[in-house]
């Protein structure tokens, strides 16, 4: 798999993997991403559903068999938000 490093307009339904946390505790965490708020992303695990706050962590999503990977300050906007900047 490549890594790119672009923005995604919608991550809501991608793997997703925590590469690197203020929280080590987060770092290696992957599920789906299955809610997004302005400054949290909600995860399914395996161990349930994690909320992870998107300032502190980076992130990588799997789409379109491509790694994306993204800083989660990049992210701290509403996806409707982060489309609108993109047009």
Partial sequence: MKTLEMPLCEIIGLET????SKNKQLVGLNGRTILETRNMLLIKTKD???EIPKSIC??????????????G???LKRSHERMENLS
Avoid at 17 to 20: A, E, G, L, M, P
Avoid at 58 to 71: A, G, L, R
């Fill in 48 to 50: 349930g559903k994690k």
């Fill in 73 to 75: 300050s990049d992210l």
């Fill in 17 to 20: 993997r925590i590469s690197y």
């Fill in 58 to 71: 980076e992130f990588v999503f799997y789409h379109n068999e491509k790694e994306v990977k993204i800083n």
